[in-house]
């Protein structure tokens, strides 16, 4: 289950179908009408507002908006009457961390849809959030412990299954800032650092066929020996003892030399 921070114009068919049907589950949970998901992480702000049940129909009526703006047929009569609910305060890390997350998904599920609707746009919220300062929620971490557990049950359990060792998720929410000849590459630890602590980071900017690279044990991790003028893809990755993971995200910087 993922009930988005980020408006629902940013999602492609597929996403836009999923996430009316998990907000419809969503509903159900906090109405008592399902034993399943009662303690899902994706609930807890929803659960923390004053009245939950108005909370996720506002929700909803803003997916349900968003369908018929698209010519689809979502019924809206499967969501509960209710109150107006008031907005619900959530971070910008938050929706930063989504919409990396959301970009990545459509690159590869729909390249088309990323490319007209995602690759030059800034993310904006669902009406049902207020944006504020800060960084990533700790129920989002929550969630990522509940998928593995998830798939560890699903494949017979832990007592049936031994999980192999492995690497860190991808660093997330990548800047780049330019130097002169060198580039700043910040970012955020991944939320799961695998099977064991984090040693280190290593940023990689490639422009041309060529490929720079720096270390360092947390954000940010400079990258020297780029040319000025040249626009450059950096992405960075964590390594653990059981190696290293994918890489973050691709963001382009453009270093430019000191004015004499």
């Given amino acids: 289950m993922r009930l988005w921070t980020l408006h629902p114009k940013h999602l492609d068919a597929r996403g836009l179908v999923a996430l009316w049907r998990e907000a419809l589950l969503a509903q159900a949970v906090l109405l008592g009408r399902t034993r399943g998901y009662t303690r899902h992480p994706q609930l807890t702000r929803f659960l923390a507002s004053p009245n939950p049940v108005a909370a ?3 929700y909803l009526d803003a997916v349900h908006d968003e369908s018929m703006a698209r010519g689809y047929e979502f019924d809206h009569a499967r969501i509960v009457p209710h109150e107006p609910a008031e907005r619900i305060n ?3 890390g938050q929706l930063e961390y989504e919409w990396d997350h959301l970009r990545a998904k459509l690159t590869l599920r729909s390249p088309q849809w990323f490319n007209e609707h995602c690759a030059r ?5 669902h009406p049902l959030f207020r944006m504020r300062s800060g960084g990533v929620r700790a129920w989002e971490r929550a ?3 509940a998928a593995i557990a998830f798939l560890v049950t699903a494949c017979g359990g832990a007592n049936s299954v031994t999980a ?3 690497t860190p998720t991808p660093p997330f929410l990548v ?3 330019a130097g002169d000849g060198s580039a700043s590459v910040s970012f955020t630890e991944p939320l799961l650092s695998g099977a064991s602590a984090i040693t280190g980071y290593t940023a ?3 422009a041309m066929g060529v490929v720079k690279t720096g270390t360092a044990p947390s954000s940010p991790v400079t990258v020297a020996g780029l040319t ?3 626009t450059y893809v950096c992405s960075v990755t964590a390594t653990n003892t059981q190696g290293m993971s994918v890489a973050s995200e691709g963001v382009t910087v453009t270093p430019v030399a000191k004015l004499p």
């Fill in 90 to 92: 959530e971070t910008r």
């Fill in 164 to 166: 192999p060792p492995t």
């Fill in 121 to 125: 746009t800034q993310p904006v919220a």
């Fill in 204 to 206: 990689s900017c490639v």
């Fill in 228 to 230: 000025n003028g040249i």
């Fill in 56 to 58: 996720i129909g506002s």
């Fill in 175 to 177: 800047r780049a800032t």
């Fill in 143 to 145: 969630v990522a412990v």
